[in-house]
């Protein structure tokens, strides 16, 4: 694996019909395609929104594709995210549910999922689809940053670390689907889950639930006691420090 920092994973060439990213709980899925363009999307909304690689992203862990592409916008602004909803931050997004329950916070709010209430708030789906779909070349640093858990901080690299430890140990390819048991909120979610199926081409199918059929060659679990119906298995305890 070749990349240095997260927007590596996002090439213009790696944009295909293969899937990127799966939901069956909400019946979605993304194409490569689709899902690297709205990620440039995703970070041009954000800078529009006062992110910046000095300020701080918060996300609603809601196993969605948006808190996804949120953070993959983030990350190409070297900026941190952090998917505690309620922590500090310069921007924040949440589901339009719960809009009501963080107008007070300080920072932008955005939400996503329908139309908002207030005017003061942003329509996350409404602000991406408006903006270019392009990112702009920006230097980031790979040990800056890039995931915030507590007091725990997680760079670009060590990131990636987890996802050449997982691609190696399940012989991920371009083509696999990897099926993600794991909360968002977990951080190895993010390094073993979502990029290492994009550092390998795969697919990421995102299942938090230990009992639902998944149609997927291996899985991210929590621990060994999780294992699923999927012949390859790996338990996330494996990449915590």
Do not use: C
């Amino acid at each position: 694996m070749d990349a240095a920092v997260l927007g590596d994973l996002l090439g213009r060439d790696e944009r295909r019909s293969q899937s990127a990213v799966a939901v069956p709980a909400v019946d979605r899925a993304m194409s490569y395609h689709d899902f690297i363009t709205t990620a440039y999307k995703s970070g041009n909304a954000l800078r529009y929104l006062g992110l910046s690689s000095n300020a701080r992203l918060a996300v609603d862990p809601a196993l969605r594709p948006e808190p996804l592409l949120a953070f993959l916008g983030a990350a190409q602004l070297g900026a941190a995210t952090t998917f505690d909803p309620t922590a500090e931050a310069r921007v924040r997004l949440v589901a339009v549910d719960d809009e009501a329950d963080y107008e007070s916070l300080e920072g932008r709010l955005a939400v996503f999922g329908g139309p908002p209430e207030a005017t003061a708030t942003t329509h996350w789906e409404q602000e991406v689809w408006s903006e270019n779909p392009a990112f702009p070349p920006t230097s980031v640093d790979p040990e800056a940053t890039v995931l915030v858990d507590g007091d725990d901080e997680y760079s670009h690299r060590r990131l990636l670390e987890m996802a050449e430890a997982v691609i190696k140990e399940l012989s991920l390819t371009q083509g696999s689907r990897l099926a993600i048991r794991t909360p968002l909120s977990r951080p190895e979610t993010i390094g073993g889950g979502l990029l290492a199926a994009l550092a390998a081409g795969a697919t990421a199918v995102f299942a938090d639930d230990p009992t639902t059929p998944v149609d997927a060659e291996a899985a991210l679990v929590a621990a060994a006691s999780d294992e699923p119906p999927e012949p390859s298995v790996y338990a996330v305890d494996a990449l915590s420090p």
